[in-house]
């Protein structure tokens, strides 16, 4: 099975677009049609994007992240990897593909 890291673009863009490419690939991964990867790291970014920039309240937080965990293997890097010269928080994405051996990260 093809192994995903969906950046936080992705999991956020799905919430509000119920239809297009991004939602197909998100579907895919809750129909366990592809693996998606993700880490704490990556889940506490996801919760703090909802809240500080879209203002969502606790309980659509909380439904919204254990959906992503329903979908998702959760992996625990044990690299922290400094990659991404223009933009340092994307570390955490790289560092989940290369703890769970990804075959792709889907990003925009």
Known sequence: MTKVVLDNNITVSSIFWKK????????KAINREIKNLTSEAIIDE???V???KFSHPPEIIKREIEL?????DIVDPKQKLKVVKDD???DKIIE????GKADYIITF
């Open 68 to 72: 992503l965990k329903g979908y998702s």
């Open 88 to 90: 340092p928080d994307d």
């Open 20 to 27: 297009g490419n991004i939602k197909e690939i998100v579907d």
């Open 50 to 52: 909802l809240h500080r």
């Open 96 to 99: 989940a593909a290369v703890e």
């Open 46 to 48: 996801l919760e703090d």
